[in-house]
């Protein structure tokens, strides 16, 4: 059972062994044909003979071309993830100069239970969206110029962008004293 296994082993090597047969037989213990690497003075001369027949002789995996019909189905390169924005009206600005073309009052989700104001903006690049007016109390009404940033209202569905306020002409939250930098509210001046 082995010996066909030896001798198919044996017609592998036989070209390294024709090959280098005198280099082999002047420094290296041979037995049957085969080299014996346990032997000392093989473990010296054998690995540094054998090294560029057997690099050659046992490699594992090539790298194979892709067939034309594989690359028709789109393999063979990946196609780069795009990246998705939150808010694509805005074209990649942080802000958009916009006109309020018309003030809402609308209804959050349940559970919540709400009067959110809200405007519909014209932005400078010809888009309308919806926009969520911050903090309480506003002055925005028709025609009124305001900045546009993105963000969304959690409550509000398809209403993706905030307006800033004490901007433009939307002007900041009065009495505001905590979080003023979101509500453009300006420092409070100390009384003497």
């Known amino acids: 059972m082995f010996r066909g296994v030896f001798t198919r082993g044996a017609s592998l090597f036989g070209s390294i062994s ?39 002789l046992f490699q594992i995996s090539q790298q194979r071309n892709v067939t034309l019909n594989q690359t028709r189905r789109g393999k063979g390169y990946h196609k780069k993830k795009a990246n998705t924005t939150k808010s694509p009206h805005l074209k990649g600005c942080p802000i958009k100069k916009g006109v309020i073309i018309r003030v809402m009052i609308l209804k959050p989700k349940k559970p919540n239970s709400a009067q959110r104001k809200a405007a519909r903006v014209r932005l400078s690049n010809g888009e309308v969206v919806s926009a969520y007016i911050p903090g309480i109390g506003h002055n925005a009404q028709e025609h009124s110029v305001v900045y546009v940033r993105g963000g969304r209202s959690q ?19 009065a009495n505001r004293v905590t979080s003023r930098s979101k509500y453009g509210v300006k420092k409070p001046q100390k009384k003497e």
Do not use: E, W
């Not at 409550?155 to 900041?172: E, Q, S, T």
């Open 155 to 173: 409550d509000l569905p398809g209403v993706k962008y905030h307006l800033i306020r004490g901007a433009m002409d939307l002007a900041g939250v």
């Open 18 to 56: 024709n090959v280098s047969s005198s280099i082999l037989k002047s420094k290296m213990v041979m037995n049957n044909g085969f080299i014996n690497m346990a032997h000392p003075v093989n473990n010296t001369y054998g690995s540094q003979i054998l090294k560029p027949f057997t690099s050659s």
